[in-house]
């Protein structure tokens, strides 16, 4: 039996998700009100995975996260309906340690509800076996074993917050954005799930800004918090990183994050190609879709001028379209097992036989770099 624990303190939402799940058949359900009685339980009851409000009287639910994440690390999806309309609150329990997260339903909870029944019982399903990295704040686990009491990481300090985007020869006018961008040598298209954002972060950070080569991204994500993942990712990175919401040129140095509900594509603008916004199709289940991303890609590139990378997330999205990118002479990068929040995508990518190498994260951009030059 999978033993969940429901963090919420609207006594209707405990008592649906409870249902929800007890009519699943394999999962062990109780319920907390609140932060302090979610630590409780934690310690008592002993959660496979924890689904977690952000509004809550008393200890709020980052704040409540951020205890889970130090004192007895656990899968944690959240469940909130600020995660629809704050998109930096979901960023930011992500950055705590977040697994996943779900959108209440608009509208009659107890009617709107069955809309997110499916998606929210497979992503707390599969968050039961998401793999919590162990390095992952380590210091305040350790403080906290010896008596000392946990705290909600310090923001990002201001330098951080505010690194310059690194400029970009021949940077596009807004009154002329199809201005011919000059050719680019080869292409990287990356693409990710559950855990994604914060595994993208570590890689993108880590490139240099005279990175040679544009940046696809397909990161499943909702409507409204890919524009704010792009601005938290071009903050910390060298590169330049913005999202697609209209036809851009692909230029070197730039990082282009797909907007979420919809499908990232390569297309072709009047003499150079572009980072296009597409209406997503209904040939792929997941959005921005990472197969469309890569097949779009191979329709203007050769081959071997495109570096596929594929990281963590539940499903198989992008396997395929990279495993046949690779049998026509381009390259991709699995990430490992031993790294991966869920080792859905990119296990899918190496069972098939479509991963040049298998990489755990911390070395995932240097391998970019080895290959690129």
Known sequence: MIKLLVVDDSALMRRLLREIFEAEGDFEVQTARTGEEALALIHSFAPHVVTLDVNMPGMDGLDC?????????????????????????????LKLGAVDFVSKPDGTVSLGIERIRPILVEKVRASTGARLRQSFRLKERVRHRIGGQPARPAPLPAWRRSVPA???????????????????????????????????????????????????????????????????LDAVCALRVVEVDAPMPIRQGTVYVGRGDADLIVGWRGA????????????????????????SARSHFEPKGILGVLMTGMGRDGAESMAALRAQGGRTIAEDEATAIVWGMPGELVRMGGADAVVPLPNIARTILQLVN
């Open 65 to 93: 996260l951020s205890r889970i994440m130090v004192e007895a690390p656990r899968p944690v999806v959240m469940v909130s309906s600020l995660i629809r309309d704050g998109a930096e609150t979901t960023l930011e329990a």
């Open 272 to 295: 150079g190609l572009v980072a296009v916004s597409a209406p997503p199709s209904a040939a792929f289940p997941w959005h921005p879709s990472v197969d469309r991303l890569v097949t």
């Open 166 to 232: 690194v400029p970009v020869q021949g940077a596009v006018p807004a009154a002329e954005p199809f201005a011919v961008a000059a050719p680019v040598a080869g292409l990287v298209v990356m693409g990710a799930s559950t855990g994604g954002p914060s595994a993208l972060e570590t890689v993108l950070s880590a490139l240099p800004g005279h990175f040679p080569w544009p940046i696809l991204v397909a990161q499943h994500m909702p409507s409204g918090f890919t524009g704010a993942f792009a601005r938290r």
